[in-house]
T-cell receptor, first 115, second 112 residues
Framework: EAQVTQNPRYLITVTGKKLTVTCSQNMNHEYMSWYRQDPGLGLRQIYYSMNVEVTDKGDVPEGYKVSRKEKRNFPLILESPSPNQTSLYFC??????????????FGEGSRLTVL | GQQLNQSPQSMFIQEGEDVSMNCTSSSIFNTWLWYKQDPGEGPVLLIALYKAGELTSNGRLTAQFGITRKDSFLNISASIPSDVGIYFCAGPSMEYGNKLVFGAGTILRVKS
């Protein structure tokens, strides 16, 4: 089954304790992206990657890092989490180079709480 | 940057009613997308619109690409309880074509 898998789905942590949210897709998509969803603000892009070893900042990259060492994986790293990073995070992927904008496939989300 | 404004922010309707929501922007979009997020899930694409004036249906859903290319509408006919969720409009950034800009979403609640 074609899917984007995120882990963990739920996490409560404390300020300053480094954490990684993993994302893996099995559709051989070139493009992967991380979003955060906050009430009233919709989905805001954190980082995206057009292909292996190619990453770029989205609209709200501060406090986050990413890497794209393999095509299927795109982990989101919070080096020193702070309470304002409490949010619902989504990983998404799509194929590049087809119609004007290929369908973006989303994971089920990771709810992160930073105390 | 480009922004998408969705209205209404939320709706609480009776089962069986028709629903209308829209998305506007001060800048032109060449593609309009409508996504639905079920409670506890990630967004899923409902309808994609690629041409100004285009009207596309997907079951009880109908979406239109505004003729000015600055707006889009989504209608749901005869709503049912499983229509509950958040509906997002989205469009590719003119500056960075592979980046999607999302609206803040319309929350739909259905009273049965």
């Amino acid at each position: 089954e074609a899917q984007v898998t995120q882990n963990p789905r739920y996490l409560i942590t404390v300020t300053g304790k480094k954490l990684t949210v993993t994302c893996s897709q099995n559709m051989n998509h070139e493009y992967m992206s991380w979003y955060r969803q906050d009430p009233g603000l919709g989905l805001r892009q954190i980082y995206y990657s057009m292909n292996v070893e190619v990453t770029d900042k989205g609209d709200v990259p501060e406090g986050y890092k990413v890497s794209r060492k393999e095509k299927r994986n795109f982990p989101l790293i919070l080096e020193s989490p702070s309470p304002n990073q409490t949010s619902l995070y989504f990983c998404a992927s799509k194929k590049v180079g087809t119609e004007p904008t290929g369908e973006l496939f989303f994971g089920e989300g990771s709810r992160l709480t930073v105390l | 940057g480009q922004q998408l404004n969705q209205s209404p922010q939320s709706m609480f309707i009776q089962e069986g009613e028709d629903v209308s929501m829209n998305c506007t922007s001060s800048s032109i979009f060449n593609t309009w997308l409508w996504y639905k997020q079920d409670p506890g899930e990630g967004p899923v694409l409902l309808i994609a619109l690629y041409k100004a004036g285009e009207l596309t249906s997907n079951g009880r859903l109908t979406a239109q690409f505004g003729i000015t290319r600055k707006d889009s509408f989504l209608n749901i006919s005869a709503s049912i309880p499983s229509d509950v969720g958040i509906y997002f409009c989205a469009g590719p950034s003119m500056e960075y074509g592979n980046k999607l800009v999302f609206g803040a979403g319309t929350i739909l609640r259905v009273k049965s």
